[in-house]
């Protein structure tokens, strides 16, 4: 009996014929042992975390108001700088509330401004309300008639000079407003939740 020639000496099996199938199609049932892979848990990408850098906002804005507030200071010396003999009620009263605002502008700005520096929120608490008190007694003392020789500058009468004067006020008041506002409108990064009215909650 003479020999298959197309024997090639190793026996065959359907099983054998099925992975070498597989294989010649590069469809192999399990993953190759060089990879990594944990059954059922997906692998998520990884995601850096990036950390903000303080905002200088709130540092900016702390730095003018102190300047401001140095600069409102000198409305103390506003009574010995004016020469004259006796002077009126009102005069003297007018004196009293500049003096008043001057220390109330300069308190509020300056503190303010160095909570701002420090990245505490309520330094614009503070410093808001400081605009808010000053310019209410600066309308007040328009109305009591200083309105500060816009009068003869322009010639009109004094009370169409208390309606310019009372209008630039409001104007001044509300750009001061927006600007010690601004760290929070923009939210600054780094500020913190610190607030001057949290005592009254």
Same mark, same amino acid.
């Given at each position: 009996?003479?020999?298959?020639?197309?024997?090639?000496?190793?026996?065959?099996?359907?099983?054998?014929?099925?992975?070498?199938?597989?294989?010649?199609?590069?469809?192999?049932?399990?993953? @190759?042992?060089?990879?990594?892979?944990?059954?059922?848990?997906?692998? #998520?990408?990884?995601?850096?975390?990036?950390?903000?850098?303080?905002? *200088? +906002?709130?540092? /900016?804005?702390?730095?003018?108001?102190?300047?401001?507030?140095?600069?409102?200071?000198?409305?103390?010396? +506003?009574?010995?700088?004016?020469?004259?003999?006796?002077?009126?009620?009102?005069?003297?009263?007018? %004196?009293?509330?500049? /003096?008043?605002?001057?220390?109330? @502008?300069?308190?509020? #700005?300056?503190?303010?401004?160095?909570?701002?520096?420090?990245?505490?929120?309520?330094?614009?608490?503070?410093?808001?309300?400081?605009?808010?008190?000053?310019?209410?007694? *600066?309308?007040? %003392?328009?109305?009591?008639?200083? /309105?500060?020789?816009?009068?003869?500058?322009?010639?009109?009468? +004094?009370?169409?000079?208390?309606?310019?004067?009372?209008?630039?006020?409001?104007?001044?008041?509300?750009?001061?407003?927006?600007? #010690?506002?601004?760290? /929070?409108?923009?939210?600054?990064?780094?500020?913190?939740? @610190?607030?001057?009215?949290?005592?009254?909650?």
């Amino acid at each position: 009996m003479q020999p298959n020639p197309w024997d090639d000496g190793y026996p065959s099996s359907p099983q054998n014929g099925q992975q070498s199938g597989l294989q010649s199609n590069g469809m192999d049932s399990f993953p @190759s042992n060089d990879q990594s892979y944990i059954a059922g848990t997906p692998q #998520a990408p990884f995601q850096p975390i990036l950390i903000q850098q303080p905002s *200088a +906002t709130p540092k /900016v804005i702390g730095v003018l108001f102190i300047i401001y507030g140095l600069l409102s200071s000198l409305g103390v010396l +506003t009574p010995f700088l004016e020469v004259g003999g006796t002077e009126s009620e009102s005069r003297l009263l007018v %004196n009293a509330i500049v /003096v008043l605002s001057s220390i109330i @502008s300069a308190v509020t #700005a300056m503190v303010g401004g160095y909570w701002l520096m420090n990245y505490q929120r309520r330094g614009v608490h503070l410093i808001f309300l400081g605009i808010l008190v000053s310019s209410a007694l *600066a309308m007040g %003392n328009i109305f009591l008639g200083e /309105v500060g020789e816009i009068d003869v500058a322009f010639g009109i009468s +004094t009370f169409a000079a208390q309606q310019l004067a009372a209008t630039l006020q409001a104007i001044s008041t509300v750009i001061c407003g927006l600007i #010690a506002v601004l760290p /929070v409108l923009t939210s600054s990064v780094g500020l913190d939740r @610190s607030s001057l009215f949290s005592g009254l909650k």
